[in-house]
C-alpha cells in the first residue's frame, strides 16, 4: 500500500519558521516530481512547491518565493518543506504529493498524503 505520511505542522507566530516532512513508504518514487500544496478553508488547493527527481530543479509559487525551499533525500524515499518567515495567509493544510510528470495541477499528482496542519497566528 503507497502511503504518503506529512508531519512537522502546528502553530507558529507570524515571522517563524517550521520544517514539514513527507516520509513515503509502499513503493520508491524514483523518477516523480514531488510537490507540496496547501488548502485553505473555503479555498481551493493551491501549488507551494515541487522538486524532481534529481534535485537540481525546484518550482515554487510566487507566494511563497524566497521564504520556503523544498528538498528531498531519495535514499530515505523523503520530501521536505522549509517554511520561514511565515504569514498568518500560510495558514492551510499542508500536502504532500507525487507525480510522474506535472508540476503546479494538483490533477497532474496522481498520490496525496493526509495533509498537515499548519497556523500562523499574527
Known amino acids: 500500500q503507497v502511503q504518503l505520511v506529512e508531519s512537522g505542522g502546528g502553530l507558529v507566530q507570524a515571522g517563524g519558521s517550521l520544517r514539514l516532512s513527507c516520509a513515503a513508504s509502499g513503493r520508491t518514487f524514483s523518477g516523480y516530481i514531488m510537490g507540496w500544496f496547501r488548502q485553505a478553508p473555503g479555498k481551493e488547493r493551491e501549488f507551494v512547491a515541487a522538486?524532481?527527481?534529481?534535485?537540481?530543479?525546484?518550482y515554487y509559487a510566487d507566494s511563497v518565493k524566497g521564504r520556503f525551499t523544498i528538498s528531498r533525500d531519495n535514499a530515505k524515499n523523503s520530501v521536505y518543506l522549509q517554511m520561514n518567515s511565515l504569514r498568518p495567509e500560510d495558514t492551510a493544510v499542508y500536502y504532500c504529493?507525487?507525480?510522474?510528470?506535472?508540476?503546479?495541477?494538483?490533477?497532474?499528482?496522481?498520490?496525496w498524503g493526509q495533509g498537515t496542519q499548519v497556523t500562523v497566528s499574527s
Open positions: 504529493a507525487a507525480s510522474r510528470y506535472g508540476l503546479d495541477s494538483p490533477t497532474a499528482y496522481g498520490y
Open positions: 522538486i524532481r527527481w534529481s534535485g537540481d530543479s525546484t
